[in-house]
């Protein structure tokens, strides 16, 4: 008797590539004896709903999408009773994949297919911020927020020129954040125009592994914060640093931690995994260690 796959799918991610592959992976799925349910989401937050309701009965959940589709589904994936007897493969879709990148999922959606096939269980860390979950980044500050500020239209047309085109039109007005910071034991005060708390080796569909260096599974998350410069001048140094990998400078620092706290006077913008994440004056992350079953 075929095992039940819950395949799960954002029909308009990226460029609505999905429609051109959704044959071949329903038929890579029955050639791997599984017997398909397939789910298009209907609206945001679809993916979780679903999960929630239904994914107890499967012992594979496959997604496709962006990752704001997945980082529903491993909202709904940690609601469930016997997680950990669930494996989650994914098949990005979306205009950056980030995450896939940084967990070596292939981005050929039939290869991404067939490693849910065929791969292996990877226990992968996410985060926890203040009540909700993410999987590779949460962020304040520039151009934290372009990939859910950019128009979907504009996203499948341009894929990474979108995100650049909006990116460029904020810097004559980059806000400044005054922020208290911890990482674990030490304690950080000052102005920031960016903050990132990042599980990943790819951040808006840049490699980054000489930077980051991020073990996926290692119960320690990266802390990167830029501080406001006085001039764009300030800002060059700042950036050459970053991208030589060195981990602390003048203006900057990246810290490992598992426990993360921010605290600000004022309301500010969070985004997590690319999506609007909320607004808040306090919040803390922590590092929920080897919390889910990907399919590597």
């Known amino acids: ?8 799918f954002n029909p308009h991610s990226g460029k609505a590539q ?40 499967y012992k594979t959940i496959a997604v496709s999408g962006g990752d704001g589709t997945l980082s ?13 007897n669930i494996r989650l493969g994914y098949i990005p879709s979306g205009s950056t994949n980030d995450f896939a990148s940084s967990l070596g999922i292939p981005s050929d959606m039939e290869e991404a297919a067939r490693t849910i096939v065929n791969g292996k269980t990877f226990q992968c860390d996410i985060g926890k911020f203040n009540d909700k979950k993410f999987n590779y980044v949460a962020g304040f500050g520039a151009f934290t927020d372009v990939a859910y500020a950019t128009p979907q239209e504009s996203k499948n047309m341009l894929g990474h020129l979108a995100y650049i085109i909006e990116g ?31 599980n990943s080796n ?32 300030e800002l060059q140094p700042i950036i050459t640093g970053i991208l030589k990998g060195d981990k ?11 426990e993360f706290t921010f605290e600000t006077e004022d309301d500010i913008q969070w ?24 399919i590597v």
């Open 1 to 8: 008797m075929s095992e039940k796959l819950l395949f799960i």
């Open 18 to 57: 999905i429609g051109n592959e959704l044959v071949s992976i329903i038929d890579i799925f029955t050639k791997g004896g599984y017997d398909v349910v397939a789910h298009p989401t209907q609206a945001p937050k679809d993916a979780y709903e679903k999960i929630i309701s239904s994914g107890d009965e």
């Open 72 to 84: 529903e589904a491993v909202e709904g994936y940690m609601t469930l009773d016997n997680r950990e």
């Open 168 to 198: 460029v039109q904020r810097l004559p007005n980059l806000p400044s954040y005054a922020m208290k910071v911890t990482c674990d034991e030490r304690k950080i005060t000052g102005e920031f125009i960016l903050g990132l708390v990042m």
């Open 202 to 233: 790819s951040i808006g569909g840049i490699k980054s592994d000489n930077i980051l260096n991020a073990d996926l599974s290692d119960g320690l998350f990266e802390l990167l914060l830029i501080k406001t410069p006085a001039n764009i001048l």
């Open 248 to 258: 602390e400078g003048e203006g900057f620092c990246i810290l490992k931690g598992r």
């Open 271 to 294: 985004t997590l995994d690319g999506e609007y994440g909320g607004n808040s004056k306090e919040v803390s992350i922590s590092v929920l260690e080897k919390a889910v079953n990907f």
